[in-house]
């Protein structure tokens, strides 16, 4: 190749950066996830299914101090995001706080009780605190699997209440923008940040986009649910060109095909059209995976588009699938800032 011509774009490689602290950047909504084990009786006060997942409203004003009061409960770290930056600290182990997370919790017990967890999780967490909202929560109240046999095996089905709240609180300009916070910005190689905080500070995004675009690191987005596609397109379409690595699965694929006008429902097609799409940093080239639950996990690079079979899993084997997705992430975080191929 003449040294005139274009030179052909990387694939997100870190270049041998050891992984080190802070090194990982998570921005998204903080969730404390308040899981119990209940009664019927008790999701049918609050109008629950099982195996559903929905946005409290005033009818479950009750039902997050009810749980606490009731029930035995176990506290953990959550919302999207976060979650996967957990994981991929769990899989890296040593050393400690590789990521940093930013997200709006209240000062309030919640709040405390969500700093702790963060702390013991090793996730360098820098909350924006604020006293208008409670922090966030998710109750996961889980029933009883008929089908076990075993009354000791932890195979319940799951209903999910979320209570975003101060969540949705979090302000570019009191915390973002704030010297110290954007140091520890600066500080990352490999950032990620799930579609669900689309809806609450695209403006700090797009400040993080930019500054890892001009600095040639690593940027990952999760399309997270179809309505992000649907109804905050606009704001998601000023974001997809500094996306390095976008994640999501089948369905939300299929919602953002439909969206952008791709006119097929050939998930191998929608990964190399998203995968196209323009970009600002030209010298990384932009990954596309989508995962399909059981079946193959599709990845599309300039050069090709490849299926990734799944590890076939026994039904009885599986607790739930809660999570899944952000897992998945975590363990893919993990592996890149290793610097291990696709």
Known sequence: MAADEPQPAKKPRLEDEPVRQNILFGMGNPLLDICAVVDKDFLDKYGLKTNDQIL??????????ELVK????EYHAGGSTQNSVKVAQWMIQQPHKIATF???????????????????AHVDAHYYEQTEQPTGTCAACITGDNRSANPFRKLGLRSLVANLAAANCYKKEKHLDNKENWQLVEKAKVYYIAGFFITVSADSILKVAS???ESNKILGL?????FI???FKEDLMKIIPYVDILFGNETEAATFAREQGFETEDIKEIAKKAQALPKVNKKRQRIIVFTQGKDDTIAATAES???????DIKQDDIVDTNGAGDAFVGGFLS???????L
């Open 335 to 341: 592996q890149l800032l290793y610097d291990q191929p």
């Open 229 to 231: 596609s649907q109804f």
């Open 305 to 311: 588009v490849a299926a990734y079979p799944v590890l």
């Open 211 to 213: 500054h890892v675009s």
């Open 102 to 120: 930013f997200g709006c919790i209240g000062r309030d017990a919640f709040g405390d009780i969500l700093k702790k967890k963060a702390e013991e």
């Open 56 to 65: 409290a409203d005033e009818k479950h004003k009750e039902l997050f101090e």
């Open 70 to 73: 009731k029930f035995k409960v």
């Open 222 to 226: 999760n399309l997270s649910a179809p």
